[in-house]
C-alpha cells in the first residue's frame, strides 16, 4: 500500500524520455522558496495576480471579489466588494501627476459589464463604468500617454477621469480577447482569429480627444488568438502564435532575446535574433502551461493546470561530442508537425550553434487544483493564484528568517528589553 | 532504577542519617532528597497509618441550634473516603472552635434586629489523636426561622499531612474565601426571597386583621371594646411592627454590596434587576401598602405567583419546626456552584504536599519564561491561578516574611479587626445611588496612612510549636476571629479609627471596605468581599457612629505592607540573590564548555521585570535542620519554599543541580511520584484543577509515547520531524490505533502559539497544503474506497512537507535523523516505566532544547551583522558556529533548535491582538522509508 511512497522522487532527472514529465527530487538546492505563506480569501478561482507597487499585489477571480494583499507579510489589506459577476480583466494604474505620492489605482473589469476603479491605498471604489455593452475582456494602460483601454466587442479609449475619449465601431460579438501595447501610439487587438492593430492619434483641435485608426489587420491564425506579447521596440513585429491543432498556446513572454511559449504543456524558446527555438521542454508539466514569465536571472517560471509550479533554468548545453539526443526526439512533437518554422529547429541544432536546454531546479507543490497565474515579486518571493481559491505566497525561508530576527531586534529595542536589568 | 520508595524507607534509617549529615559521603547532587519533614521526627508513614480516612476531603458542618455540631456532606461524596473517621466527633471539634460570637437580633439600643455581615474566619486544626489536620472555614448563612437568624456553618479541608494544610494555608483560604463567597451570596438571595414572602404573608396577615377590626369596629357600637377587640389590636400592632422588622431586614439584606466577580464561573447575584422591578413594582405597591419611605424597595412584584398565607401570632416553637437544609437555605444555583468549587478544591489540593509544591514551583517558573514556555507547555492555565498568586505562595512571600520580621521584630503582633458593620436603617438608599456618592467622595479622601500589621502567621508559628507537640487532642492553631472577638473593645478604645479590614485593596475612597477575611496573613487572598462601611460591627450603638464619622473623612487605613522602605528592602535582597545568580549565569555565558550545560537561570533572566526567577526549577527538597535555625520565622510559614530558598547553598549548586543527566532526571522524578504515593494521600493526582483533564491525557500520552518508543525503532526520526516542524500524518485504518499513536506523539509537538496544539487527531478527507499550514501532526484515515485513493493520492503529492507514519504496516517515511538529541529524548531502552515520569522527563529535556532556542533567537549577532560591512556569509558562518559548537548541537539537531527559533521569532514579533501569520515551513530534503 506504501509503495507509492518508497523512494518517491528519486528517479535520476532527465528522464524525458521515458517518463512523460520531467521531475525533480525531493532534494532541490537551487530552490529557494522554502517556506510559503497560504492567504485565503476567495471563494471561487483566482484567475489574476497584479503587481500595485512594490509590496503590493492585488488578486481577482470568479467571485467577483478583489484582495489586495502585502506580499510581504501575507497580510491582507483590502477586500474590494463591487462586482456582481466575475472578474474578466485587471490592471494596476498609476498615476502620480497629481502630487508627489504615487496613487495607485486598479482597474477591474467583470461580467457584469462594468469596469471599476479602486484606490489601493483606501481601500475603496473610486469610480464605476457601466456603460458596456458587452463584457470587457482586456484592459490595457497606456501609462505614457495616460489613457486606459477596455477591450470588448469594441476597443474604447478612456483617460483617468473616465471619460471616454473615443471607441472603435462593434467590432465583432466575440470581443477583443487580448490587447497589447505596441509602439507609435499603437495597439493591437486580437479579435478571434484576427490580429487588429490601431493607432491611436490625438485630435487636432489640441484638446483631449484622441482617435482610433485600425491600421492593419493580420489574419494568419487559424484559431482563436488567446496571448499575445510586444517582443521589440525597434521594429513593431508581432509574434504571432500559431496555434495548431492538438495544443494551443496559452501564453507567451518574452525578453529582448527569445520569446517563451508556453504551448500544451511544453515551453519553447524561441530566439528572435536565430528565428528558431533554441530550447524546449516538451513536457514540461502534466497538462497544460497556463502562465510563464521569464526572471531577470536567466530563470523561467511556469504554471500549470496540474497544480505546480516550476521554476527552469535556461542552461547552455554542453556540446559533448556524443550528443545523446537523438533527432528524432525533437521529430516526435506534436508542435513540430504542425509547425514548420519549428520542426526546422531540430535540424538546425544539429549545427554547431550554440544549444540550451531547460533544466528544471524547483518545483513547487501546494495547490490542489490549476494554477492560473503567478506573480514574481523578485526577493519578496512568488504569488500564485489558482482554482483552489487560495493564493499562495512562496518565500525565500532563508531570507525570511533572517528578517525576522531584524524584527525581534527592532522589538527588542524597541520594548526596551535590551537594556541589562540585573 | 531502584522503586522510590524503598529508598525513601532506607534513608529513614536513622544511623544512615547521621552518617549523611557528619560525613556526607557522596557529593549533594547524587544523595537521595530526605523525606522532607524529617526533622519533625516523624517517619513517612506514622501520619498515615494513624489518620483513619484514606484521602483528604472537605468536610461541611453546621452547628445545629437543636441538634448542635453535626456533619452535612463530604467532598468526595464517598464514604469510603472518610473511613474509620469519626464525623460527627469531629465536627464538633471543628464547630468548637472558637467561632466568631456574632451578636444577632436586637442589639440593645437598637428598636429593630440587626443583620451581621459577618466575616467568615478561617482557622487550621490539628487533631492528633485522629491524625487529622484541618482548615477550617466558618461562616453564617441567613435564616429566618434560626434563632438570630443566622445558621453558623463550616467548611473544613480535613487531610492527615499537617504540612499540607499550612503550607497551602493561602490557597486553601482562597478557594474557600470564594466558595463561601458563592454560597453566602446565593444564600443572600435565597434570604431575601425569604424576607418577602415573609413580608407578603404579613401584609395579608395585616390586611385580613384589619378588615376584622373594621368589622368589630362597625358592629361594636356599645361604645366600649371588647376584648376580642383588644386583642385584635394588638395583633395587628404586632404584626406592623413585624412588617417594619421584616421590611428593615430586606432592607439590610438588600444592601449588601454584591462586587463584581472577576471570575466568570458563577454570577452573584445582581441586585440592580431586583431594583428594577422592584421599582416597577413599587408604583403600584405604594398605593397599596404604607411604607415607611417612598423609596424603598420592597418586592411584591418580584414573586407573583407566591400566594399570601395568614400568619399566626405565636409562630411554632423552635424545636418544634424543621430547620432548613443547607441546600434550601442557598439559591439552587450558588449552591451547585459551591459544591462545584469545593469539589474543585478536592481535587486541587489532593495528592502530597510536595507534589503540590513542586507544581506551584514549575507553573512559577514557567510563568517567567513568558517567552519560550509556550512552545511545549499549555500556558493557558497559567494565567487562570491569579499571578501574584502563585508568584508570592512561590517566593515572594518567604521574603516578605524575612523582610517584615526583621523589620518588624519589635512591634508586638497586632490583632486584626475585622468588624462586623451595620447600617442604621436611615442611611437606606439604593446601592446604585451610593455607589455614586462613593465616587463624588473619592478625592476627598486623603491618602491613608499606613499601617502596618503583623502577619498574623507569625502567630499561627508560635502556636504551631507549641501545640503539635503537646498531647492534647486538639490544638486551635490560630484563629484570627477568636482574638478579635476578645479584643474587641480593647481594640476600640484603642484604635481611633475603624480599622476596617481593607488591607491594601484598591477601593480606596470607596465607602464600603473590602473586607478581608478576616486573617490578614491573606492579603493575597483573591476573593474579597465587600462590606459596606455603614454595616458597622453590632457593637453596643453608644460607638457606632464614631468610627462612621471618622471613616468618612478617610481615616487610617490598613494597607499592605507596602511601604517604601520595606519595598526597597525586598529589592535589594532580590538584588543580592540575583547578582549570585547572574554572576553564575554570566560565567556559564562566556565559558563555552558550561555554555553547553542546560542553563535554567539563563533562559528565564531576561524575560521578567518584576524580579529574576531565585529558585532553581528542582524538585522539593528539604532543607537541613541548621538553616531551619537560623530562619526560624520560617517554621510552618505557609508558602512553602522559604527554607531552601534562601539557602545561598541551592543557589550555587543550581548548576550542579540542572545538570543532571538522563539518570538522576528519572530519579529525581520518580522521587516526586513516588513521594507523591506514600503521602497522606494515595490517590496522588495533579495540583491543578484546570490542568486535571490534562494532566489525566499527559499521563496516559507519556505511557504511549513510552511504548511508541519502545515499539518503533524509528521514533527517532518521528519525534524529529514533529520537533523540526515538519508535519507527520499517522496513517491507519483504525481510529483507535491511529488515535493513540497521536495522543502518544502529541507531547513532541512544539506549539505554535498561545493556543492548542497543533494536533489533528482523526482527518477523513483529503489533506492540503492549508492542513500542513495548521496542524503538525495529523491522524488520517486510510480506506480502500476511491476516496481514500484520494486521500493517499493528496498525501503522496504532499509527500515533501510531512513525515508519513503508517500505523498498518508499521513504516514511516521521513528524512533521515542523525542527531544526538531525540536520542536523549527517547531511548528506547529507557528505564522509565510510568508513563508521567516519562512526560516529565520529555518536558524537562524540551525545556532545555527552549533554552537553547532562546538563546539562540535572541543572540542579537548571530543574526545580525556585527558592523555594517560584514558580509551575511560571516554571520551565517557564525551562526553554524553558536549551534555546533556552543550548543553543541549535531546535524539535523540544529534544525529543530531553529525551528524552535523560528516560532520564538514569530510569537514575539507578532502584532497583538493577531495571531501569529502560521506559515509552512519547509526543506528540500529526501525522504527515507523505515521499517521495523
Known amino acids: 500500500m506504501l509503495r507509492w511512497l518508497i523512494g518517491g522522487g528519486r528517479e535520476p532527472q532527465g528522464l524525458a524520455e521515458t517518463s512523460s514529465v520531467q521531475t525533480i527530487g525531493e532534494e532541490q538546492i537551487q530552490n529557494p522558496y522554502t517556506e510559503l505563506l497560504v492567504l485565503k480569501g476567495h471563494q471561487d478561482i483566482v484567475r489574476f495576480l497584479v503587481q500595485i507597487d512594490d509590496y503590493r499585489f492585488a488578486s481577482a477571480g470568479d467571485d467577483g471579489i478583489v484582495f489586495l494583499w502585502n506580499a510581504q507579510t501575507g497580510e491582507k489589506l483590502f477586500e474590494l466588494h463591487g462586482h456582481t459577476h466575475k472578474i474578466t480583466a485587471i490592471a494596476p494604474f498609476s498615476s502620480s501627476d497629481a502630487s508627489e505620492e504615487k496613487n495607485h489605482f486598479i482597474l477591474t473589469a467583470s461580467a457584469d459589464r462594468t469596469v471599476i476603479v479602486w484606490d489601493c491605498t483606501s481601500g475603496r471604489q473610486v469610480q464605476k463604468v457601466s456603460c458596456f455593452h458587452s463584457t470587457v475582456k482586456c484592459l490595457t494602460v497606456l501609462q505614457r500617454l495616460d489613457v486606459w483601454l477596455s477591450g470588448g466587442s469594441d476597443l474604447c479609449v478612456w483617460n483617468r477621469k473616465l471619460d471616454l475619449l473615443c471607441k472603435t465601431s462593434h467590432l465583432t460579438d466575440a470581443g477583443i480577447s487580448a490587447l497589447v501595447e505596441l509602439p507609435k501610439n499603437c495597439v493591437a487587438a486580437a479579435v478571434g482569429k484576427e490580429l487588429i492593430i490601431f493607432r491611436l492619434i490625438a485630435s487636432n483641435d489640441g484638446s483631449e480627444g484622441w482617435n482610433v485608426l485600425e491600421i492593419k489587420r493580420l489574419v494568419d491564425h487559424q484559431d482563436n488568438i488567446l496571448s499575445l506579447v510586444s517582443v521589440n521596440d525597434v521594429q513593431p513585429e508581432i509574434k504571432l502564435p500559431q496555434s495548431p491543432n492538438e495544443t494551443s498556446v496559452q501564453h507567451l513572454t518574452s525578453d529582448e532575446e527569445c520569446v517563451f511559449a508556453a504551448i500544451g504543456k511544453g515551453i519553447y524558446v524561441y530566439n528572435l535574433q536565430m528565428k528558431r527555438v533554441i530550447a524546449c521542454q516538451r513536457t514540461a508539466h502534466d497538462s497544460s502551461v497556463l502562465h510563464i514569465e521569464k526572471l531577470p536571472n536567466r530563470q523561467l517560471i511556469s504554471c500549470s493546470e496540474d497544480g505546480s509550479v516550476r521554476v527552469w533554468e535556461l542552461r547552455e548545453k554542453q556540446q559533448l561530442p556524443a550528443e545523446p539526443v537523438p533527432t528524432g526526439f525533437f521529430n516526435m512533437w506534436g508542435f513540430g508537425r504542425a509547425n514548420k518554422q519549428a520542426n526546422q529547429a531540430p535540424k538546425k541544432m544539429q549545427d554547431n550553434t550554440p544549444m540550451y536546454f531547460l533544466e528544471l531546479v524547483g518545483d513547487l507543490i501546494g495547490h490542489s487544483s490549476a494554477v492560473q497565474m503567478f506573480l514574481y515579486f523578485g526577493e519578496l518571493g512568488l504569488a500564485t493564484c489558482s482554482a483552489d481559491h487560495l493564493v499562495i505566497l512562496w518565500k525565500n525561508g532563508e531570507r525570511e528568517s533572517r528578517l525576522r530576527s531584524l524584527r525581534l531586534f527592532q522589538k527588542l529595542a524597541q520594548n526596551g528589553d535590551l537594556q541589562l536589568k540585573f | 532504577m531502584i522503586s522510590a520508595p524503598d529508598v525513601v524507607a532506607f534513608t529513614r534509617e536513622e544511623e544512615l542519617e547521621d552518617e549523611l549529615w557528619s560525613e556526607p559521603p557522596l557529593p549533594e547532587e547524587y544523595s537521595v532528597p530526605l523525606f522532607p519533614f524529617a526533622s519533625h521526627g516523624a517517619n513517612p508513614w506514622a501520619k498515615v497509618a494513624s489518620s483513619k480516612f484514606t484521602r483528604d476531603f472537605i468536610l461541611i458542618s453546621e452547628f445545629s441550634e437543636q441538634v448542635g455540631p453535626q456533619p452535612l456532606l463530604t467532598i468526595p461524596d464517598d464514604a469510603k473516603v472518610s473511613g474509620t473517621f469519626d464525623l460527627n466527633y469531629f465536627s464538633l471539634r471543628i464547630m468548637s472552635v472558637d467561632y466568631q460570637a456574632s451578636f444577632v437580633g436586637h442589639p440593645p439600643g437598637s428598636a429593630y434586629p440587626k443583620l451581621n455581615f459577618v466575616e467568615d474566619s478561617k482557622v487550621v486544626l490539628g487533631d492528633s489523636k485522629e491524625g487529622a489536620f484541618a482548615y477550617v472555614h466558618h461562616l453564617t448563612l441567613y435564616d429566618l426561622e434560626a434563632r438570630g437568624f443566622v445558621r453558623p456553618f463550616c467548611m473544613a479541608y480535613i487531610s492527615a499531612d499537617e504540612h499540607k494544610i499550612m503550607q497551602q494555608f493561602q490557597e486553601l483560604s482562597a478557594e474557600f474565601s470564594k466558595a463561601s463567597e458563592c454560597l453566602k451570596t446565593g444564600n443572600r438571595k435565597a434570604f431575601a426571597n425569604e424576607l418577602e414572602k415573609k413580608l407578603k404573608d404579613l401584609d395579608y396577615t395585616r390586611t385580613v386583621l384589619h378588615t376584622e377590626t373594621e368589622i368589630q369596629k362597625k358592629a361594636n357600637d356599645k361604645g366600649y371594646y371588647t376584648t376580642q377587640a383588644i386583642e385584635k389590636a394588638n395583633e395587628l400592632a404586632s404584626v406592623e411592627k413585624s412588617i417594619i422588622e421584616h421590611q428593615d431586614l430586606l432592607k439590610q439584606i438588600r444592601s449588601y454590596p454584591y462586587r463584581k466577580l472577576k471570575e466568570s464561573d458563577f454570577h452573584p447575584y445582581e441586585p440592580e434587576c431586583a431594583l428594577d422591578q422592584a421599582n416597577a413594582g413599587c408604583d403600584q405597591d405604594l398605593t397599596t401598602s404604607d411604607l415607611a419611605e417612598p423609596g424603598d424597595t420592597h418586592l411584591y412584584a418580584q414573586a407573583p405567583s407566591y400566594t399570601p398565607k395568614l400568619i399566626k401570632a405565636k409562630s411554632a416553637k423552635c424545636f418544634d419546626k424543621k430547620l432548613k437544609t443547607l441546600e434550601e437555605l442557598c439559591d439552587i ?117 499606613t499601617f502596618e500589621h503583623q502577619e ?144 535554567p537561570d539563563l533562559g528565564q533572566k531576561p524575560c521578567d521585570e518584576d524580579g529574576v526567577v531565585r529558585i532553581p526549577p528542582q524538585p522539593y527538597r528539604q532543607a537541613e535542620p541548621g ?160 476516496a481514500g485513493v484520494n486521500v493517499l493520492h493528496a498525501l503522496s503529492r504532499h509527500s515533501r512537507y510531512v513525515s508519513v507514519l503508517d500505523a498498518d504496516s508499521k513504516t514511516l517515511r521521513c528524512p533521515l535523523y542523525k542527531g544526538t538529541l531525540v536520542s536523549r529524548l527517547a531511548d528506547h531502552r529507557t528505564q522509565i516505566k510510568r508513563g508521567s515520569t516519562y512526560y516529565m522527563h520529555v518536558q524537562s529535556i524540551l525545556t532545555q532544547l527552549c533554552s537553547k532556542a532562546f538563546l539562540f533567537t535572541f543572540c542579537h549577532h548571530l543574526h545580525l551583522p556585527i558592523s555594517e560591512r560584514e558580509p551575511e556569509e560571516a554571520v551565517v558562518n557564525r551562526r553554524m558556529n553558536f549551534l555546533r559548537l556552543q550548543l553543541g548541537l549535531a546535524n539535523e539537531d540544529i534544525k529543530i533548535v531553529q525551528y524552535l527559533a523560528e516560532l520564538l521569532k514569530l510569537q514575539y514579533i507578532q502584532e497583538p491582538g493577531r495571531g501569529v501569520n502560521p506559515l509552512l515551513r519547509f526543506d528540500y530534503v529526501p525522504s527515507f522509508l523505515y521499517k521495523i
Open chain 2, 627 to 786: 538553616l531551619r535555625g537560623s530562619f526560624p520565622c520560617h517554621d510552618g510559614i505557609s508558602g512553602g519554599l522559604l527554607p531552601y530558598e534562601l539557602d545561598s547553598r541551592y543557589l550555587t549548586g543550581n548548576r550542579e543541580v540542572s545538570k543532571s543527566s538522563l539518570d538522576e532526571c528519572s530519579d529525581s522524578t520518580s522521587y516526586i511520584s513516588s513521594a507523591a504515593s506514600t503521602g497522606s494521600d494515595r490517590t496522588p493526582s495533579p495540583a491543578h484543577p484546570a490542568c486535571q483533564a490534562s494532566e489525566r491525557h499527559k499521563k496516559k500520552a507519556g505511557q504511549n509515547a513510552l511504548r511508541f518508543i519502545r515499539q518503533y525503532p524509528f521514533a527517532h526520526p518521528a519525534i524529529y520531524s514533529l520537533l523540526s516542524g515538519r508535519t507527520l500524518v499517522v496513517l491507519g485504518e483504525e481510529e483507535a490505533i491511529v488515535k493513540k499513536l497521536v495522543t502518544a506523539l502529541s507531547i513532541f509537538v512544539p506549539n505554535c502559539g498561545v493556543y492548542a496544539k497543533p494536533v489533528k487527531h482523526w482527518v477523513t478527507s483529503p489533506l492540503h497544503v492549508v492542513d500542513f499550514q495548521k496542524w503538525k501532526l495529523i491522524g488520517l484515515q486510510r480506506t480502500a474506497s476511491p
Open chain 2, 333 to 449: 444555583y450558588f449552591f451547585t456552584q459551591t459544591l462545584d468549587q469545593l469539589h474543585q478544591i478536592e481535587r486541587t489540593f489532593r495528592g502530597d504536599v510536595c507534589y503540590l509544591l513542586t507544581d506551584q514551583i514549575s507553573r512559577a517558573l514557567l510563568k517567567q519564561q513568558s517567552l519560550t514556555n509556550f512552545l511545549f507547555e499549555d500556558v493557558s492555565f497559567l494565567d487562570e491561578k491569579s499571578p501574584e498568586k502563585q508568584y508570592r505562595g512561590c517566593q515572594g512571600l518567604s521574603q516578605d516574611a524575612v523582610d517584615r520580621k526583621c523589620s518588624e521584630e519589635s512591634s508586638p503582633p497586632k490583632v486584626v479587626i475585622s468588624l462586623g458593620s451595620y447600617r442604621s436603617s436611615v442611611e437606606c438608599v439604593p446601592i446604585k445611588m451610593e455607589q455614586e456618592i462613593e465616587d463624588s467622595q473619592e478625592p476627598k479622601m486623603p491618602e491613608s496612612v
Open chain 2, 456 to 599: 498574623n502567621l507569625d502567630y499561627l508559628d508560635a502556636d504551631i510549636k507549641g501545640s503539635i507537640s503537646s498531647g492534647e487532642s486538639i490544638e486551635v492553631l490560630g484563629t484570627e476571629k477568636s482574638a478579635s472577638g476578645l479584643t474587641k473593645s480593647d481594640s476600640q478604645a484603642s484604635l481611633p479609627v475603624s480599622p476596617s479590614p481593607q488591607v491594601g485593596r484598591s477601593k480606596v475612597g470607596s465607602r464600603r471596605t473590602v473586607s478581608e477575611d478576616s486573617i490578614e496573613v491573606l492579603s493575597t487572598c483573591p476573593s474579597e468581599s465587600l462590606i459596606p462601611e455603614d454595616f458597622k460591627a453590632s457593637y453596643p450603638s453608644a460607638i457606632n457612629e464614631e468610627p462612621y464619622v471618622d471613616d468618612e473623612e478617610g481615616g487610617l487605613r490598613f494597607t499592605p505592607k507596602l511601604n517604601p522602605d520595606n519595598a526597597d528592602e525586598q529589592e535589594d535582597v532580590s538584588k543580592q540573590e540575583n547578582l549570585v545568580q547572574v554572576d553564575s549565569a554570566c560565567c556559564i555565558g562566556k565559558e563555552s564548555p558550561n555554555f553547553l550545560e542546560p542553563l
